[in-house]
């Protein structure tokens, strides 16, 4: 059988190959183009930074059957499979160089020091919160948020108050309330 197409005609292929790429491209959000484009040097760097920031702490977190899980982003630890029979997550800082604080991080850890918390290791006290905002199981929760103390949990609601656990978190602030 010949090729009887007509010239400038496309095959089906490319047709829904061409309606998928919109569709995807449709979905995108757009792009502001007011400013000016970046030289590639520069956005070259963003995308990196931006990139060694998503990765700067690893939540490595365990199951009462040894299982491990590790994590870059509390989101997808939250959404885990495991999450409930998760026992304890360990956070350690994987960035680059020594550990510090982004802006970002700096406010949060302000929040605890605003509450009365004195801090000499500010970036420590924040791997501290990100494990106090990862998963708590039930029977240490009590302990470990009076070792939190006020200053501690209200940094770990600012921090992730969106977390599953953050419910618990606000009614144990509650019942300290003067």
């Known amino acids: 059988m010949t090729d009887e197409r007509r ?12 309606g998928l790429a919109s569709l995807v491209a449709a979905a995108l959000p757009p792009v502001a183009t007011t400013a000016a484009p970046a030289p590639p040097g520069e956005l070259a760097s963003a995308l990196v ?6 990765r700067r702490f690893l939540f490595r977190c365990r199951t009462s059957r040894g299982v491990v899980a590790e994590f870059t982003r509390l989101d997808a630890l939250w959404a885990h499979g495991d999450y409930t029979r998760f026992v304890s997550c360990e ?11 982004t802006a970002q991080e700096t406010a949060v850890v302000r929040v605890a020091e ?23 199981p039930l029977n240490q929760l009590e302990g ?13 609601l600012a921090l992730a108050p969106e977390a599953p656990q953050a419910d618990l978190l606000a009614d ?3 019942r300290r309330a003067p």
């Open 91 to 101: 956070v350690t800082y994987v960035g680059p160089g020594e550990a510090s604080l």
């Open 172 to 174: 144990w602030l509650d």
């Open 49 to 54: 930074d931006d990139l060694l920031r998503s």
């Open 114 to 136: 605003r509450a009365g918390l004195d801090l000499s290791d500010r970036p420590g006290y924040y791997r501290t919160l990100l494990a106090s905002s990862a998963r708590i």
């Open 144 to 156: 470990r948020l009076d070792s939190l103390g006020v200053p501690g949990v209200t940094a770990a």
């Open 7 to 18: 010239p400038g005609a496309i095959d089906r292929r490319s047709l829904m190959r061409f």
